[in-house]
């Protein structure tokens, strides 16, 4: 067997100092926010342009809403309704952990549509830029997944390389599976949008693009979860299938409409030099 790795027992709180903490899951959603703010502030420009580097700082506080807000809620309501529920003051724990990527996309989206309603803004033509930047905040989620010691992975094959022992679950060498979705949501994902991004005959074609971060994210997820130990209190579901996964499928049917639309539409003029 590959000599396993053990797991760094990182401490969640980076600083604190009295009773205020910085915990490093807090840190990585900013950090993700405002890489992915500055990266969709240089995208808005690209032809055809979208709105102004103005309308996308306004548009920072919305998507921190949308992801903070939707993705606990989310996660309240798909994966521990009757916990939650019995213990409704817990819901604001963001900090212990339990974010639900598929409500935080829903609270983004919802956000999306909100903001460009109010300021006369394309709404397909901005939600691509977004698609675009998503997968920032998805890797920087994963480590910090990472970090806390959550959502491991499921026990590893003796002849699987770099395997890792988790001493707070025990000592059995498992899959590092956060680190295996923090490559293939964020790294990944990240490279074969922005490939796709510089390409003005796609950008043209508005909801192409988020299409295929739809389609993307949701097979990377899924082959994600074949690596992650499923949750305790919610195991394997239908047929043999993950909640991440199950959750993945209708995302991917919808960048597959996505797709489908935005092909069959006419495509905005790009003026290129």
Known sequence: MNHPLIFPDFNPILIKIG?????????AYIAGLVLGWRLVRRLSGWEPAVA???LVDDFLSWATLGVVLGGRMGYVLFYQPGNFFRHP?????????????????LGVAIAIIWFCRRNGISILGFADRIAIAAPIGLGFGRIANFINGELWGRPAPAWWPFPMIYPRVDMQPRFPSELYQAFLEGLVLLVI???LARRPKLRSRAGMLTGIFLVGYGIARIIGECFRQPDAFLGFLWFGLTMGQILSIPMIFAGIGFVIYARAKHPTRVITA
Request: charged residues 5%.
């Open 89 to 105: 003051l817990s819901i604001v724990a963001v900090w212990d952990g339990g974010m639900s990527f598929h409500g935080g996309m």
């Open 193 to 195: 949008m922005l490939s």
């Open 19 to 27: 009773p205020f903490a910085i915990h490093w899951y807090a840190l």
């Open 52 to 54: 102004t580097p103005a």
